[in-house]
């Protein structure tokens, strides 16, 4: 299945970081309408949150984010010299 825009009704309600669209004004005028965000349910508040800040927020859309790039291992052409000790 491709990751594509799905209602939020239909986000993960279990903690998982998702990508969220905001097409409402944000509480932050600096903030995107694109923020990552995470379902937060406690005993006397729960919601959409972003991760960074914890903003409440009201997300319109959803999607899952990408998978990180993976890292291809380098050797350092350092690590492998030896280092002489300073006389």
């Given at each position: ?17 998702i ?31 972003t991760?960074?800040?914890a903003?409440?927020?009201y ?18 052409h ?10």
């Amino acid at each position: 299945m491709k990751n594509k825009w799905q209602p939020i009704d239909t986000a993960p309600r279990d903690s998982e970081i998702i990508l969220g669209y905001l097409s409402q004004a944000t509480p932050d005028k600096e903030m995107s309408k694109y923020v990552i965000i995470r379902w937060v349910s406690e005993q006397y508040s729960h919601g959409w949150y972003t991760t960074k800040g914890a903003y409440r927020v009201y997300p319109t859309y959803w999607r899952r984010l990408p998978k990180p790039p993976k890292e291809k291992r380098r050797l350092d052409h350092f690590a492998k010299r030896e280092i002489e000790p300073p006389s």
